[in-house]
């Protein structure tokens, strides 16, 4: 069995003192090089989870524990440079080109002039854009798939071995929603990383994920391989999303 | 009056540059101090709004007011007259800088700090760029108010520009009145004219 990459032990987070817990006493293992979907309706709790793996949240109880280190040990900055972190917002930096917004972290960690730049044409070539083409240009010159693909790049920059992904795709029109996907599926085997990816979308989390967690109300329902969740959804509310994703596919055959 | 003004150019021209003078002194210590404060504003939401609260109160009362407070303390002259611009100026750059570095979109500094950014890098390398605009319209303001409330200052013989106008007020003279108020008018709204160009010329960035 292949390194435990991220782990959660019985982990809690509410946001008030009296409120329910948002994530509710969660326990997991995932292992190196596998890419995880977390699936959820808003409010399920799924990006509380994920937030706190780079300790943008502090959970209530519970550790994390990131290859076998406890992240409450280490210095909340630098645990979030050895992680890639992309959100939907994607986030770029307006006043900085594609290729100063690419390299902002290798830049934080001083690496020199000549690796920086090499390393963002490669980056950009990776996410499928033109350095020459790109390299000089403003994020708003840019479309929302393209930016998310910046927003790709720079999160791969220092080639951490743990990608957290936010809904990255959430606002990006459905044409270009499938080719990132396929590119992001080709990026992930070409890499070897552990990919965590939050999402709403059934299809989309059934189709990158080597398995998929499904969140409800801060708990996990099922944490298993897509055709283990189909074939035996754990509970009711397992069944219900995959019946739903069945009845949109009958409604398409139906037009057909 | 032009006559006026050609006989007794030595005169005049020494009041515009005290005034000058006062309102450089003034505006190069206030942006230090408000960047200061700011700082510490950035730190913490509660100091933030007791430092804007106090300065509003301060700001609130009249300049003459505060002119004549501060004279037991720090006596007559250009210091105290520098002292209370300052003061009064920390209330119109710190509601603008704390604004400015704090309207910049979440997700553009959720997305900094994610990735690995300190605090102090999100605000020297994110805020602060993107805020730029805003931080100008502070400075401008203040150099505006700076320029009219230290045309008070010669109550407490500060000099300036002022000076001629309460001579003027004092010995009944059309001509120094005139001047006085010409040239403190001319000035502020020259300043103002000047920045605002300035402002213009600075982008704003927007993600779309």
Same mark, same amino acid.
Do not use: C, H, W
């Given at each position: 069995m292949s390194l435990t990459a991220i782990e959660f032990n019985n982990v809690s987070k509410k946001y008030s003192q009296s409120g329910d817990y948002v994530v509710d006493h969660v326990s997991l293992s995932i292992y190196e090089g596998e890419f995880v979907t977390i699936l959820g309706s808003s409010g399920s709790g799924k990006t509380t989870l994920l937030k706190m793996i780079n300790r943008l949240y502090e959970p209530n109880e519970g550790t994390i524990k990131l290859f076998g280190e406890d992240i409450t040990t280490v210095d909340p900055v630098k645990v979030r440079r050895r992680i890639g972190y992309v959100i939907q917002q994607v986030g770029l930096f307006p006043h900085m080109t594609i290729a100063q917004n690419v390299a902002i972290v290798p830049k934080l960690l001083k690496w020199n002039k000549s690796k920086i730049s090499t390393r963002v044409d490669e980056l950009l070539s990776l996410v499928g854009l033109e350095p020459q083409e790109f390299r000089n240009r403003y994020p708003s010159q840019l479309s929302g798939g393209q930016q998310q693909r910046i927003g790709l790049a720079r999160a791969l920059a220092t080639d951490p071995k743990i990608m957290l992904l936010d809904e990255p795709f959430g606002a990006i029109d459905a044409i270009n929603r499938l080719n990132l996907q396929d590119e992001l599926l080709r990026i992930h085997g070409g890499l070897k990383k552990t990919f965590l990816f939050v999402t709403h979308d059934i299809n989309e989390a059934f189709k990158l994920g080597t398995r998929v967690m499904i969140m409800n109300k801060g708990r996990i329902c099922q944490f298993d391989t897509p055709s283990h969740i189909v074939k035996n959804p754990a509970d009711d509310f397992v069944s219900s999303l995959i019946y739903s994703s069945r009845e949109q596919e009958r409604f398409w055959e139906g037009l057909d | 009056m032009i006559e006026y003004a050609i006989r007794h150019s030595e005169k005049w021209v020494k009041a515009l540059l005290e005034h000058l003078e006062m309102l450089v002194a003034t505006m190069i210590i206030s942006v230090i101090?408000?960047?200061?404060?700011?700082?510490?504003?950035?730190?913490?939401?509660i100091i933030s709004k007791m430092l804007v609260h106090v300065f509003s109160v301060i700001y609130s009362i009249p300049s003459l007011a505060l002119f004549a407070i501060m004279i037991p303390v720090t006596g007559l002259g250009k210091g105290t007259?520098?002292?209370?611009?300052?003061?009064?100026?920390?209330? @119109? @750059? @710190?509601?603008?800088?704390?604004?400015? @570095?704090? #309207?910049?979109?979440?997700?553009?500094? #959720?997305?900094a700090t994610g990735i690995g950014m300190s605090n102090i890098q999100v605000l020297f390398q994110v805020r602060l760029p993107l805020s730029i605009k805003t931080l100008f319209t502070g400075i401008r303001l203040a150099v505006v108010s700076t320029i009219g409330m230290a045309t008070i200052a010669a109550f407490i013989n500060a000099g300036g520009l002022g000076s001629i106008l309460f001579d003027g007020l004092r010995t009944m003279n059309v001509h120094k009145i005139l001047w006085g108020s010409l040239l403190s008018a001319g000035l502020a709204i020259g300043a103002n004219a000047l920045l605002l160009q300035i402002e213009k010329k600075i982008y704003k960035f927007k993600l779309d």
């Open positions: - | 101090l408000a960047a200061i404060l700011t700082m510490a504003a950035m730190s913490s939401k007259a520098i002292i209370v611009l300052i003061i009064y100026n920390q209330y @119109l @750059l @710190l509601r603008n800088f704390i604004t400015g @570095l704090n #309207e910049i979109d979440p997700s553009i500094v #959720e997305a």
